[in-house]
């Protein structure tokens, strides 16, 4: 597609709740980035992924955040048993390659949690 | 540790006027990238302009202007003849390899 497309644009769920973001990149795209922003603040890095490599996880803030990306394209963000500091934006950023390009990103989903 | 530090939380600006918002970092690679990204309230970041660690030369796109000073670890924004589109949230960012940082943000805004 011309740009990053995250679905959906705005969720609200109830506490205890599993949801799933997703993230369609820009084709060709092999780079693929999820970032969280809490109401007014930076962007808190959360997973990376590369191709086929196995993706970089270091930034996930506990076990109840997973994500996978099937067929090196469109990755989705699951977020088991939701808890209130779970509510932020959640961005999703991609590249062409490994390197020195900036990101482009989606418009971000917004979560809350009732 | 990467770290990317905005210290400004607010910045004001009267229309036409121009203002700088500051950025340091740390780091102990010698070659990587900086960006400077605009988050209007859309929530949609956009690329504002990007500096190569290699290159002396300040990057310039039109109205936006960095001063870069690597021994310093500094990369602050200009934005000359401010406009009241340029109202956002603006965060600086520093990319080595894979992954990039981003500072916690400035929120520029711009009085008529």
């Known amino acids: 597609g011309a740009g990053v497309s995250q679905s959906p644009s705005n969720k609200v769920t109830e506490k205890g709740k599993d949801v799933e973001l997703r993230c369609d990149p820009i084709?060709?795209?092999?780079?693929l980035y999820w970032y969280r922003q809490s109401l007014g603040q930076g962007l808190e890095f959360l997973i990376y992924?590369?191709?086929?490599?196995?993706?970089?996880k270091s930034g996930l803030p506990s076990d109840r955040f997973s994500a996978e990306r099937t067929g090196g394209s469109v990755s989705t963000l699951t977020i088991q048993r939701t808890q209130q500091e779970d509510s932020a934006v959640y961005l999703c950023?991609?590249?062409?390659?490994?390197?020195?390009?900036?990101?482009?990103f989606g418009s971000g989903t917004r979560l809350t949690v009732v | 540790a990467q770290t990317v530090t905005q210290s400004q939380p607010e910045m004001s600006v009267q229309e036409a006027e121009t203002v700088t918002l500051s950025c340091t970092y740390d780091?102990?690679?010698?070659?990587?990238?900086l960006f400077w990204y605009k988050q209007p309230p859309s929530r949609q970041m956009i690329l504002v302009i990007r500096?190569?660690?290699?290159?002396?030369q300040n990057a310039t796109e039109n109205r936006f202007s960095v001063n870069f000073q690597k021994a310093a670890k500094s990369f602050s924004l200009k934005i000359s003849d401010s406009q009241l589109g340029d109202a956002a949230m603006y965060f600086c960012?520093?990319?080595?390899?894979?992954?990039?940082?981003f500072g916690a943000g400035t929120r520029l805004t711009v009085k008529p």
């Open positions: 950023a991609s590249t062409p390659r490994r390197g020195k390009d900036g990101y482009t």
């Open positions: 084709s060709g795209h092999t780079a």
């Open positions: 992924f590369q191709g086929n490599s196995a993706p970089d």
């Open positions: 780091t102990s690679e010698s070659d990587y990238y």
């Open positions: 500096q190569e660690a290699y290159k002396q």
């Open positions: 960012a520093y990319r080595p390899n894979n992954d990039m940082r």
